[in-house]
């Protein structure tokens, strides 16, 4: 069995070209210790497993995705890598392969999108770029199917023959210095990655440098030598040196300059799209279309139809009639029905929404608009810690928070996508709207001024969250930089778009279902049954209940923990956040209520001052969302520690928040002060340090501690 | 002798050396912005930062606190 890696550049067909070559027998897991996903899959025709590298321009060890790939190439030594290459792009591309070309092992170059080459009416020869480059090179085009069969053909080849390739030239003194640095190295790691490590030394990699130990002295010798005679830093030396070689190899198999067609209209399109006055309407353009497709219309037609009709009329009802037909003992219908289908329901229901929505921002992402959305809102985003795409997970989120949460994906730094997965679902989704209404309508007179005001809470804890988590440890660290290519637009491919779409979807259902199905499971027993483990009539006499009264004392300082509804409705709230309301009905005593509970309103007016019904409403907008959102924080963020982490975080901030505008809304209303009203100020005097602060967590001094030891 | 955030929209400059440290270096040489290479500067995105230069026949974004870092002539 051939092992083989694909590895290429982002934007350049490596996924059409990866589907192209498995068809449908992939797997997809994840890289140990980060949230990339690792696929594989087995060769069409061929016996060989194909493992998918992540997009990446550089082996250099700083991001997540560099790391993950060449320590795959080094410490698995594959047997043979497929690099792809967009034909349209070659320099950059082949950059990345002169790096290849060191590792070691056989290497086939995939030159792809040759049919756009041809198209704008350029030609690139594929024998004297083999030649040049040293290995193997099928012209092909991923997208149109070309080439696939004679790259399978020339992959098996390459693996059969085990011929490793010859390395790109360097200039005379950078050849000259990796080769006496060899000969520190010799023994020292493996004879075939000699080459590798030499030439990493030689640019001051620190992985590389950490794997000669106490070497590092004498290379570094060599190398401050080859830069004093340079007048240049070695890093700048061997990439110059790269790309000088990889022009050269490039130019020698050019015959006929394309008019780069592509180009042209890309540069046209772009004129338009990140106009100085109309960038940013057509943004709010298209960001509208995506809300309104995958929140107001056909995403919720789905889900709508999904959760009322599909489950609501024919899967509960028609399960119910049947097991009491059959005569079903009460307590296990009820578990069936209530329990278990329902819990299916929480994770099915969300799936035609989250279709439509992957399909979106798949397309989006495809054509290359989604890179020009981060170049257009990086400005007001970076400020706060966040990426320019964070715009759209907090979009999606005022519908729904669990595609919001999956739609951080599209972020590259995996730390603006940590903090984007852990804030989305501040921001009000459709779900707590009903919460709102009661609010506003039992002690606000039904002003809209509550909304407004949620929302405004909403965004400004993500903001204020974006610039306190990034100062945290796991998250903190240099300001990610923004050196970002603007990928040529070019039309999808349907099966792409069909194939990520589902591939997304299945991620979210393997990941996040079995959690929020157990969740589920868990609350409906506990409000469903009593202590002596007998089927209760209604809420009130419910373990739930009583874990409500006993809970009930945490909420006192914020204004609504005299009466253990509140509380009760909070942890129903957990299910999904519609059942607030709904709770409250059954526990002040009817059956059903409306959505937004106006049979209730007079009571809640009773128990509650206006601003401790608002405390309450902050409270439940802010903290912990429903099992669903867990669920998908869980998928992005990777590990329980992590998502438990966030999950703490939402509640501490939810408390804090509450806390400060239920005891200040006091002092200043009724002019009640005590011993809270103080912790409320010390709170709020601790979230404005946590903000203006440069450095709270008193990270820099950890570590320069772990330096010192 | 200045930085690629001097130059104006449409022009073109040649690289003379990167001042960036860490991995902000390594990205900047990476994307093929490397000491005698030219980048002409395409335009500035529509809230005045980032901004958009061709170098090496394709398109890249970079911060303006990014091209401060990038000597040019």
Known sequence: MIRAALAGNPNCGKTTLFNKLTGSSQRVGNWPGVTIDRKEGRIKGADAILVDLPGIYSLSPYSPEEIVSRDFLLDESPDVIVNIVDATNMERNLYLTSQILDVGIPTVVALNMMDAVRKDGGEIDTVKLSSALGCRVVGMSALKGEGIEELIAAITEAAASGKVPEPLRLSEAAEASASRISEVLRGKVPDGQ??????????????ALERT??????ILHIVEEMEREMDDDSDSVVASDRYSAVSRAAASSTGKRGASKGRTTSDRIDRIVTDRWLGLPIFAGVMFLVYYISISTIGSWGTDWMNDVFFGEWIIPGMRAWLEGASVDPVLTAFIVDGLIAGFGAVIGFLPQMLVLFVLLVILEDCGYMARIAFVMDRVFRRFGLSGKSFIPVLIGTGCGVPGIMASRTIESERDRRITAMTTTFIPCSAKLPVIALIAGALFGGSALVALASYLVGIAAILMSGIILK???????APSEFIMELPAYHMPGAVTVFRS??????????????????????????????????????VNTSMLADMGRALSWMFVPLGWGGDWQFTVGTLTGLLAKENVVGTFGVLFGFSEVSE??????????????????????????????????????????????????????????????????????????????????AVSLAVAALLVYLVVSNDPFRMSARRSGEVAC | MGTLREVACGDTAKVMGISARGSMRKRIMDMGIT???????????????????????????????????????
């Open chain 1, 194 to 207: 000699i080459r590798w490590y030499s030439v990493k030394a030689l640019e001051r990699d620190p992985l």
């Open chain 1, 213 to 218: 130990g106490d070497l590092e002295g004498e």
């Open chain 1, 501 to 538: 779409t589902l591939e997304k979807t299945w991620a979210f259902v393997r990941k996040a279902g079995t959690f929020i199905l157990l969740a589920c499971g868990l609350v409906w027993f506990l409000s469903t049954f009593s202590w002596n483990m007998v089927l209760v009539e209604d």
């Open chain 2, 35 to 73: 000491k005698g290479c030219t980048v002409t500067v395409r335009r500035i995105a529509p809230l005045g930062d980032p901004m958009e230069v061709t170098v090496r026949g394709y398109e890249l974004s970079l911060r303006k606190s990014e091209a401060e870092s990038i000597e040019v002539e």
């Open chain 1, 471 to 477: 100062k945290w440890k796991s998250l903190a660290g």
């Open chain 1, 596 to 677: 937004a509970g106006e049979e209730i309103w007079t009571m809640v007016a009773a128990m509650l001052t206006p601003i401790a019904g608002f405390s309450f409403l902050l409270f439940n907008l802010l903290c912990a969302p429903c099992f669903a959102a867990i669920g998908a924080m869980r998928r992005e963020l990777g590990t329980w520690k992590a998502t438990g982490a966030a999950v703490l975080y939402q509640c501490g901030l939810a408390y804090a928040v509450s806390l400060i505008v239920f005891q200040i809304g006091s002092l200043a209303i009724y002019g009640t002060f005590g011993v809270w009203t």
